[in-house]
């Protein structure tokens, strides 16, 4: 997970955005300490929050899961724009064998017949569980020249079991490009741990609504990285507005 903040408002706008309301601009002080101040007691301790709504964030968020991508497309008052699968799945086209499956439908070989790709798919759970997950430690695991291959593609739980279901179903999703299935159609095969990008515009307001509700510790693991390395990411000028939001007790990121 790679995140960076491609844009922001200045805090002065939104000082100015509350002076407004009792023309007091002769107050301000152009983002400096008192319009800080300002902005907290205004915006945070008398929650006349709308006035926060001023300040947006632009992010560029690159490895997050789409089961991730689900979650936050759950906070509606954002913008995304996200990485179309129709337009970037070929990526995956001419790619080697996840799985040792003997050469068939492999880069070289893209014109096996459908019933071909069947019978791989039973065979594959098979030969993923007895070839993968065959090493004597998790780490070999992680660090096999498969694993390590397929985590371009794959955001991995550290649950070895699940992730070499991921990796078959990524084996799988190549051999349908492979074998010259459609994008639009072999999309559908996608696993939700399949790794997209997206640009991500919110407000302050909105934004402090996901990290209290996302840095939780009864959040989906995932989400929690992403809301902590959202806050990270924020200017460090910017930072006291989100502090109340975090969550207290924030367990250690998870990376595989």
């Known amino acids: 997970m790679k995140i960076t903040l491609l844009n922001h408002t200045p805090l002065w706008v939104c000082s100015n955005a509350i002076r407004t309301c009792y023309q007091s601009f002769e107050k301000g002080d152009k983002g400096g300490e008192k319009d800080k101040e300002l902005i907290e007691r205004v915006g945070n301790k008398m929650r006349h ?6 300040l947006f964030y632009n992010f560029y968020i690159e490895g997050i899961s789409r089961a991730c991508l689900q979650e936050l497309a759950r906070h ?16 995956l086209r001419d790619e080697s064998s996840f799985v040792p499956l003997h050469g068939i439908c492999d880069k070289n070989s893209p014109s096996a017949s459908l019933d071909e790709l069947s019978a791989l798919s039973a065979q594959g759970t098979g030969e993923l569980l007895t070839h993968l997950p065959h090493t004597e430690t998790k780490a070999d695991f992680y660090g096999s020249d498969l694993a390590v291959r397929a985590k371009k593609y794959l955001v991995f739980t550290g649950e070895s079991v699940v992730d070499a279901f991921s ?8 051999k349908a490009l492979a074998a010259g299935i459609k994008i639009d159609l072999a999309k559908y095969a996608l696993p939700e741990s399949y790794k997209t990008a997206l640009s991500w515009s919110i407000n302050a307001r909105s934004l402090q609504n996901f990290l209290s ?8 693991w995932e989400i929690r990285n992403l809301a902590n390395a959202l806050f990270d990411a924020l200017p460090d ?16 990121p998870r990376e595989f």
Do not use: C, G, P
């Open 213 to 220: 509700l996302r840095s939780s510790a009864s959040a989906l």
């Open 167 to 174: 990796i078959l179903a990524l084996e799988n999703l190549r």
């Open 76 to 91: 509606r008052i954002a913008s995304l724009s996200v990485k179309s699968t129709r337009y970037t799945l070929k990526e």
């Open 49 to 54: 929050a709308s006035t926060l709504e001023h």
């Open 237 to 252: 000028e910017h930072k006291y507005l989100f502090k109340d939001s975090m969550a207290e007790s924030q367990k250690q």
